[in-house]
DNA sequence: CAGAAGCCTTGACCCAGATCAATCTCATGA
DNA sequence: TCATGAGATTGATCTGGGTCAAGGCTTCTG
């Protein structure tokens, strides 16, 4: 389950280089105006937490640049990925105190915020911006139980091409192209990121990785440049033919 | 990361047995006609699938009573359960065509459902219902987060342990019972169901409830009914001490 | 009351993935 | 230029939970 390409109005947010979808689907002049008073930058290192789980969070926002992960971690130190936001996806809680879970900068991440208290009231006299977000927010839903399958029922190397899959198609949407001819991204994940939003060890992820490439679904220049010849093969081997809700 | 308690608003929707969490809250006398207009019941059957993934579903609602789960199926039989519906739940996806889901009936299950299209425009009409059922969407997209570090990380018997925290809080919480003495109810779940929603086998999952209460962490009297002797042992042994947000 | 059908339990064995450990590959920078 | 260290790979071994198989309990039904 896909979330929604990322652009959905026509217009941008002012000088905002990424269109918020969380807000301008059918935002006014004047709301613009509005959302243009509240709005600020912040800027992340690779490694950096953007917010620890519990932390009062007093912004919502979207990512402009760069990837964040969602964490949450057991006393033990066990840690397990529960989100991956990618340029355009949306941060926050309205209406809510804190975080929920630790926000990690996994590269270098720019992120256009929002006060919240007065996106919320916004919110309060603009229905749309409620809806809207209802709808973002049944995407994360939908993306969270597809997630749970992965988790629960897929082999070492289904989960893999599960991850290479999500990956490559947001890569895809993001830059606006199908997924018909080979596609080439950059994997934004260390091997150790990948273990943690997969439930399995970082060693695991390396053999399964290496065998997809000596089976040749997929191929590697460096260890991040990946190259996917055949994206049919790679959902094949993600145990998910049903090339489910592609390009929504 | 528990949903919250099932009671907000003051008032009960005309004859419904239960309150609805999604519309009620703020209602207003005028409001509430129109949700009687149109709403009506549901029955269905332990076993029957209420709705299949991928259907038309013109209805959204609530559970009046009985359990229901959402699960997700693969290709060669794979099956994860991604949700459990127990009564005050709502059901329903407003602004999607279809189900992404099936749901099934697990027990003899009772619906109170809202056309889906007129409760659509009154979502339109009045702001808070869609800001409400954002809220709850939240709840669910923790919910389904903290589930996926249960399914990534945990072990057979932290898993056992926490499907079992998860049921005795909800079942306390629908009794307006505190966590605090023994806890005593009725496990609406077969064994397998319970595997299908932990990611496990029927076995794992028999030979665990076995431990757990050769271990003194659950008394079981015949095969479905659970008393917890001490709530915060078994939390322990879901490997969460951290009782997290209990009775919201 | 016998037989059948669900559901559950328990045992024996096996294997996918975890764990432990050694080595490799680079990018950085002194 | 050569240390340094973070990330990645690969091998050897171990084990939690899967798989297969044999019963055991209840509740229906005829």
Redesign the pocket.
């Known amino acids: 389950m896909l979330q929604e390409a990322f652009s959905i109005g026509s217009h941008d947010c002012g000088d905002c280089p990424i269109r918020h979808r969380a807000v301008c689907a059918r935002c006014e002049a004047d709301e613009l105006e509005q959302l243009e008073e509240i709005k600020y930058y912040r800027s992340f290192e690779a ?1 950096q937490t953007v917010i620890w789980s519990g932390d009062r969070m007093d912004f919502v926002g979207s990512v402009v640049s760069g990837i964040a992960t969602l964490t949450q971690t057991m006393e033990d130190g066990r840690t397990q990925m529960v989100g991956l936001l990618l340029p355009s996806d949306f941060v926050g809680r309205p209406g809510r105190q804190g975080s929920a879970y630790d926000v990690v900068a996994t590269t270098d991440l720019v992120m256009c915020c929002f006060r919240k208290k007065p996106f919320e009231q916004m919110m309060e006299t603009t229905p749309h911006i409620a809806q809207r977000l209802l709808q973002m927010t049944l995407d994360e839903l939908d993306a969270a139980r597809e997630w749970m399958l992965v988790l629960g029922r ?6 893999i091409a599960s991850l290479l899959a999500i990956i490559a198609r947001r890569d895809a949407t993001l830059h606006l192209r199908g997924t018909d001819g080979p596609l080439v991204f950059d ?1 934004p ?5 990948m ?1 943690d939003y997969l ?12 065998a997809l490439k000596r089976d040749g679904v997929i191929e ?1 220049q ?3 440049h990946v190259t996917i010849p055949d994206f049919g093969r790679l959902l094949e081997e993600a145990g998910d033919d049903s090339d489910g809700g592609m390009l929504a």
């Open positions: 490694g897929k082999t070492a190397r289904e989960k994997l994940l260390t091997r150790e990121a273990a439930g399995l060890t970082l060693e695991t992820v390396s053999r399964q990785v290496s590697l460096g260890k991040r």
